[in-house]
């Protein structure tokens, strides 16, 4: 399965998926008392290493180009893995991983933001919905540390996003993630020396499943997108949501209630919409040029 038609795309995207909703459910499995810089530490190192056979793929003579942005993205996304431990093991699987979706939504602000691009109106419903959405989920009185912790993973994801249009050019994905994982070690050791928890060899089980599945949903997403346009098949990201939910049905005995169906389908739904959209967008040159689609 290489990606190179639309079928063979979402099915990779919705395995991708599927793949990182195992790795959110390895570090919910690991429970409360998991000492998170530890881990973090644990997890930066076993992604270098599942990394060295693409070594090929870095360049080697211009490694710390654009230095900046990469220590940069390296902390923001440092602390979203931060923020995702302390949401996935305080909220319910699926409801972390609805308010992940979030990010998506706020890439189109920051976009405004950092770039001045101009939303659309479709794009502008998306944001608002979204954040009503939010609302639903978490309503004022369910406003936890985990559910602020899940908005922190969403803003990291949507400033890494936005960040990436910035880095070379000529960099490649796998540049992009060793320089990632490389960049933040140093912090990840030093924070967890500070929190001073006695080692605990079990992480080794969760840190390698959990690097192993995000490296897998990352290679599955450039597959299906290398051969064929976004919006063709972008809406199946969203299959993860559904991951999510049998996840923590089955897994940790999850039910999900009213309030999360209502917020997650505000979330979401308008981002398939727009998915959809710009797929009908992108086909109507194509049926006034007389080739079937």
């Given at each position: 399965?290489?990606?190179?038609?639309?079928?063979?795309?979402?099915?990779?995207?919705?395995?991708?998926?599927?793949?990182?909703?195992?790795?959110?459910?390895?570090?919910?499995?690991?429970?409360?008392?998991?000492?998170?810089?530890?881990?973090?530490?644990?997890?930066?190192?076993?992604?270098?290493?599942?990394?060295?056979?693409?070594?090929?793929?870095?360049?080697?003579?211009?490694?710390?180009?654009?230095?900046?942005?990469?220590?940069?993205?390296?902390?923001?996304?440092?602390?979203?893995?931060?923020?995702?431990?302390?949401?996935?093991?305080?909220?319910?699987?699926?409801?972390?991983?609805?308010?992940?979706?979030?990010?998506?939504?706020?890439?189109?602000?920051?976009?405004?933001?950092v770039f001045g691009e101009r939303l659309r109106?479709?794009?502008?419903?998306?944001?608002?919905?979204?954040?009503?959405?939010?609302?639903?989920?978490?309503?004022?009185?369910?406003?936890?540390?985990?559910?602020?912790?899940?908005?922190?993973?969403?803003?990291?994801?949507?400033?890494?996003?936005?960040?990436?249009?910035?880095?070379?050019?000529?960099?490649?994905?796998?540049?992009?993630?060793?320089?990632?994982?490389?960049?933040?070690?140093?912090?990840?050791?030093?924070?967890?020396?500070?929190?001073?928890?006695?080692?605990?060899?079990?992480?080794?089980?969760?840190?390698?499943?959990?690097?192993?599945?995000?490296?897998?949903?990352?290679?599955?997403?450039?597959?299906?997108?290398?051969?064929?346009?976004?919006?063709?098949?972008?809406?199946?990201?969203?299959?993860?949501?559904?991951?999510?939910?049998?996840?923590?049905?089955?897994?940790?005995?999850?039910?999900?209630?009213?309030?999360?169906?209502?917020?997650?389908?505000?979330?979401?739904?308008?981002?398939?919409?727009?998915?959809?959209?710009?797929?009908?967008?992108?086909?109507?040159?194509?049926?006034?040029?007389?080739?079937?689609?």
């Amino acid at each position: 399965m290489r990606g190179h038609t639309v079928g063979s795309a979402i099915a990779l995207l919705v395995i991708g998926n599927a793949l990182a909703v195992v790795s959110d459910a390895l570090i919910k499995w690991q429970g409360t008392d998991l000492p998170i810089f530890q881990f973090i530490f644990v997890r930066m190192l076993i992604t270098l290493g599942l990394l060295l056979p693409l070594i090929q793929h870095v360049d080697h003579r211009r490694l710390f180009a654009g230095w900046p942005l990469h220590v940069l993205r390296s902390h923001m996304g440092f602390f979203g893995i931060y923020c995702m431990i302390v949401a996935l093991t305080t909220l319910p699987l699926a409801t972390a991983n609805a308010l992940f979706y979030v990010a998506p939504i706020l890439v189109m602000v920051f976009s405004v933001l950092v770039f001045g691009e101009r939303l659309r109106g479709i794009s502008l419903f998306a944001v608002i919905s979204g954040f009503v959405g939010i609302a639903v989920i978490l309503r004022p009185v369910e406003l936890t540390w985990g559910a602020l912790s899940a908005l922190g993973v969403a803003l990291s994801l949507a400033l890494t996003v936005v960040l990436v249009r910035k880095l070379p050019t000529h960099q490649t994905m796998v540049h992009t993630l060793f320089m990632t994982q490389l960049l933040g070690l140093p912090t990840a050791g030093v924070l967890a020396w500070l929190e001073g928890a006695p080692w605990q060899a079990d992480i080794l089980f969760t840190a390698f499943g959990s690097a192993f599945f995000i490296l897998a949903y990352n290679m599955t997403v450039l597959l299906a997108y290398r051969h064929v346009p976004a919006s063709e098949v972008t809406s199946a990201e969203y299959t993860g949501l559904l991951s999510a939910l049998l996840a923590g049905w089955w897994w940790f005995q999850e039910v999900p209630d009213l309030w999360f169906v209502l917020g997650s389908t505000l979330i979401i739904g308008p981002l398939v919409l727009i998915s959809v959209l710009e797929k009908r967008r992108t086909r109507v040159p194509i049926r006034t040029a007389g080739i079937n689609p």
